[in-house]
């Protein structure tokens, strides 16, 4: 997969969490979405990437860093 497909991907991803009906109901009810996990060596861009995914779809970022948890 190269990065194009995997921001693709990404970015499905997160328009299918914030989708809403008509009736303003999320389409994938928040009790079943999950978070999204990026795995990857440090400073390859995986916060970068969905900071440009947010700002695209206008939505906010909250990005949890694991590596402070692994000392």
Do not use: C, D, F, W
Not at 20 to 49: F, H, N
Request: no cysteine; hydrophobic share 40%; glycine share 8%.
């Amino acid at each position: 997969m190269n990065i194009q497909q995997a921001i693709s991907q990404l970015e499905s991803t997160v328009r299918v969490y914030i989708a809403r009906t008509a009736e303003g109901v999320p389409v994938v009810p928040v009790e079943a979405q999950r978070p999204v996990y990026l795995e990857g060596p440090p400073g390859i861009g995986k916060t970068a990437i969905m900071g440009q995914i947010a700002r695209s779809l206008n939505i906010g970022l909250v990005s949890y860093t694991m590596t402070h948890h692994t000392r």
